[in-house]
């Protein structure tokens, strides 16, 4: 894919991608250390450890790990890895008492669709247990927290209650959790927690500028990425809604 260079998991510039078992993690350097954003599914810490090390950076320079929602192929490492790097977490309020408990998670409907159906049957179990990881600071829809030159929080629930997608200003680059992933082209997560809600932060993903993309689960879009996302989701969330169902 033209812009990205998978021999060093760059997406764009200080932006790096780590593959943490069928879902991925974000890597991104700033000038007071670096910021990982999801931690991946559980026992994958090494592949993070590993990513810092092959930037000539040590685990401690890791100082902060946001997570984008409370699923377990996105907290799953994140005990370790804190235990490791001392890294300062954040999370919207919502997913907080599911990340500090470990689990039970939320129930979740399939996404429409065959292969929504196969997947969330095989990959999502409500009733995981997992390490729990304490979460240092709540994120607030709107804020812009002052790392690595600056992230927009993003409320988009419907896949997950507390879910939130992240704006890096310096990159131009969005950070969708999932909102969507990028398997096949743009497309729906495995499930939503609520399918309104879910198509619309889908719309409200596709109102806002961004050069480039990172998803929890398919490859980054490295240039063009807000077009590709106004083409898929820029209709109206009701419209939408009617062409799916019709579908």
Known sequence: MRGFDWAVNRVIKGVHIIPMGMANAFLIEGDNGLTLIDAGYPNKEAAVLTA?????????????????????????????????????????????????????????????????????????????????????QALNPGEILPIAGGFEVIHVPGHCAGQVALLWRPGRMLFAADVCTNIMGLGDPVGFENLEEGRVSQSKLASLSFDAAGFGHGKPVARDASTRFRNKYGKHPEEMHQQRSAA
Do not use: W
């Open 52 to 136: 810092i090390r092959a930037l000539g950076r040590s685990p401690d320079q890791l100082k902060h790990l946001i997570f984008t929602h409370g699923h377990p192929d996105h907290i799953g490492s994140g005990a370790a890895i804190v235990r490791e790097t001392g890294a300062r977490t954040y999370m919207h309020p919502l997913d907080i008492p599911i990340a500090e408990s470990g689990g039970p998670f939320r129930p979740m409907t399939p996404a429409p669709g065959l292969f929504g159906r196969v997947l969330c049957n095989l990959f999502y179990h409500p009733n995981e247990r997992l390490d729990p990881v304490a979460i240092d």
